[in-house]
């Protein structure tokens, strides 16, 4: 019978233990075979392991946006920054926030800034690759890391993740918010002595598009002379 006898599950979990039985000759002529039925064991195992993955995605996660949380997203990036270091290759790391966006929050509330942000987060899921890590850094200052890219890829990426966020307004009850995005990015760099450096050279670029006018795209490349 593969039917559980106790369990939730639709076919039984067995254990099974093979005993050989001997004749007076001390040969063996029969085998004993019991079959237990360790359905409930088993699921209850299996629910375990399921809820304990859960666990782990929810504490990776940000409940907002549903992208990879700061203490994920930059334990990927160290990662990534030592994987580099031990076997060369490029990867780029571009950092951008949302332009103006305590005005959304003062005009329409914070239930729209949420959405806002959800809005955004959406939106930047459908540029990214399979391999490109995305996360909230905190407020309305997200982070992407894209692997295995150059500046000129990189600064494609950026530009199409501008221009979709520009031509997409986010609509909450009645309105239609327009928004924009200030981006910049710093590609992979023999240069910085740990992560923590390549963060700061990204950010550099992003203040400078903040600071010359915002919605468009530095590379900190061709300002880190200045920076």
């Not at 039925?37 to 993955?53: C, G, H, Q, R, S």
């Not at 990776?60 to 946006?65: A, I, V, Y």
């Not at 399979?130 to 000129?152: H, M, N, P, Q, S």
Request: glycine share 8%; with cysteine; proline share 1%.
């Amino acid at each position: 019978n593969y039917r559980p006898i106790t369990g939730k599950a639709d076919y039984m979990y067995q254990n099974a233990t093979f005993i050989p039985l001997t004749n007076t000759m001390g040969e063996v002529s029969h085998m004993c075979i019991i079959l237990y039925d360790v359905t409930d064991i088993a699921v209850n195992k299996k629910e375990l392991e399921d809820l304990n993955k859960k666990l782990e995605q929810v504490s990776q996660t940000d409940s907002l946006t549903q992208l990879a949380n700061r203490g994920h997203w930059e334990g990927t990036l160290r990662q990534e920054f030592l994987r580099i270091k031990r076997n060369g290759g490029c990867s780029t790391l571009l950092m951008f926030d949302i332009d103006h966006f305590k005005k959304v929050n003062d005009e329409y509330g914070h239930s729209c800034g949420d959405e806002a942000l959800r809005h955004l987060s959406d939106l930047l899921r459908t540029t990214l690759r399979e391999t490109d890590i995305a996360g909230r850094y905190g407020g309305e200052e997200f982070v992407v890391t894209l692997l295995d890219t150059d500046k000129e890829g990189a600064s494609t990426f950026a530009e199409r993740l501008r221009e979709i966020i520009e031509s997409t307004p986010v609509k909450y009850k009645h309105f239609e918010i327009k928004m924009t995005v200030s981006i910049g990015f710093a590609g992979s760099s023999n240069g910085f002595n740990n992560h923590e450096r390549w963060i700061e050279a990204a950010d550099k670029a992003l203040y400078y598009s903040k600071n010359t006018g915002r919605n468009k795209v530095t590379s900190y490349s061709d300002i880190k002379n200045d920076a």
